[in-house]
């Protein structure tokens, strides 16, 4: 275990009061990068609203990974979002920051449908990864491949309520 349930809270509350500035001014729209970020976005979702932040929602699946503990470094979309992003203000979050190919494709993706601005977010950011590209995380996370709180192995431990990791060789 690298985090427990409750440093987990604590850590998404801290991300909240730091993007609370930036994301109470105008309108925005939360686009969680579909299946891992799915528990944080909630939570993140819920910890502005009790700043009294309402941020839309929405969902993009994308992945590069699929069962593989690495990325493809091929990303497939295979659910686009709902509502319309032209002229909106997109908050995209995603669980990890490792390669940062999927921010990347994303922020694209939308900055090309015709969003006005695209702040990123994840819950967990590598230590070999730049911040270019990133706006905000939630906490360093170490080296080592993750599971729990949405994250996942081969879609297993996604509901673990706390991180932890394993090794890397099956």
Not at 6 to 25: M, W
Not at 32 to 53: E, K, Y
Not at 100 to 127: D, N, S, W, Y
């Amino acid at each position: 275990m690298l985090l427990t349930e409750d440093e987990v809270q604590a850590r998404i509350d801290q991300l909240a009061e730091s993007l609370a500035p930036r994301v109470s001014q105008g309108s925005w729209t939360g686009v969680v990068v579909l299946l891992g970020a799915t528990p944080f976005a909630a939570d993140l979702l819920r910890a502005l609203a009790r700043r009294g932040i309402d941020v839309g929602f929405d969902a993009i699946w994308l992945q590069s990974y699929a069962d593989a503990r690495e990325s493809s470094g091929r990303m497939q979309v295979h659910a686009d979002v709902v509502r319309p992003v032209d002229g909106c203000n997109i908050l995209l979050i995603d669980d990890v920051f490792d390669s940062g190919k999927t921010i990347a494709f994303a922020r694209t993706h939308f900055m090309q449908k015709g969003a006005k601005e695209v702040l990123t977010c994840v819950f967990a950011r590598k230590p070999d990864a730049a911040t270019e590209g990133l706006d905000a995380w939630a906490w360093d996370a170490p080296p080592r491949y993750l599971v729990g709180y949405g994250m996942d192995d081969a879609g297993t431990m996604r509901g673990l309520p706390f991180v932890g990791a394993i090794r890397t060789s099956r």
